[in-house]
């Protein structure tokens, strides 16, 4: 698969192999640097990156999504990176102590110099850490990066490779692709909503809910005969 940007062919790293890998990885730090976008592996799902903190990078990524109006979702390299792009309250300590690195997405109030970059009108953030260490070592070298699904997610049980996560019309926006392989088949991540009163469960995603009450004990589990609550901003349920 032959996958371009305006400027050429993309530089695509099997960082699979030991000796890529850090070639890799400067590579991607180096074109996020730019405001340029970078394919890479998260868990379960391949996503599309843009240093959060570029509007260069965080425009070329509602340009490849196609949508002016994307809240973008953020990924961390540690806990006490969080307050730089959100308020943090007890229960998302607890939370992101129990469960970080891994699949469990919180949703929570952006900080407001963030308004016109990340979040929509909504003025809330998605904030993950990742569990795949290529995308830890690559966060860990650049700091926050908004991070959206490369595309919609498998169907349960079926993994996914950088040739299928990319169509055409996305994957010519990239200048960097981390190729990881085929990532371990999963699901997307469990999502808790964290900027009303109370703390409300989105998705459960992979993770027991009888454990994150353990952590958050006033979580709101709604009943799913109901009616879904209202989703939190950005592409959530799709997230990788």
């Excluded at 590579?27 to 379960?44: I, N």
């Excluded at 260069?56 to 509602?62: A, C, E, I, V």
């Excluded at 190729?179 to 009303?196: H, K, M, N």
Aim: hydrophobic content about 45%; proline content about 13%; aromatic content about 2%.
């Amino acid at each position: 698969m032959c996958i371009r940007d305006r400027d050429g062919p993309v530089m695509r790293i099997n960082v699979a192999l030991p000796d890529e890998r850090e070639r890799g990885l400067g590579a991607a730090a180096a074109a996020l640097r730019r405001g340029q976008l970078v394919g890479l592996p998260l868990d379960t799902a391949y996503g599309v990156a843009a240093d959060a903190f570029n509007e260069r990078g965080t425009r070329s990524l509602r340009v490849a999504k196609g949508r002016a109006d994307l809240s973008i979702p953020v990924m961390v390299p540690r806990i006490a990176t969080v307050s730089g792009v959100a308020e943090v309250g007890p229960d998302a300590r607890a939370l992101m102590k129990d469960f970080w690195p891994g699949p469990l997405t919180l949703v929570l109030p952006a900080q407001p110099s963030l308004a016109w970059t990340l979040t929509d009108a909504s003025g809330r953030i998605g904030v993950r850490m990742p569990l795949h260490p290529v995308a830890l070592e690559l966060l860990d070298r650049t700091g926050p990066l908004g991070v959206v699904a490369a595309a919609p997610a498998p169907a349960p049980g079926l993994a996914v490779t950088a040739d299928q996560a990319f169509p055409p019309q996305l994957a010519e926006h990239l200048t960097v692709l981390l190729d990881s392989g085929a990532l371990p088949a999963g699901t997307a991540s469990a999502v808790v909503d964290l900027t009303g009163a109370t703390p409300v469960l989105i998705r459960s995603g992979p993770l027991d809910v009888a454990d994150l009450l353990v952590s958050c004990p006033g979580l709101v589990v709604p009943d799913r005969s109901e009616p879904s609550p209202v989703p939190p901003p950005g592409p959530t349920p799709s997230d990788p």
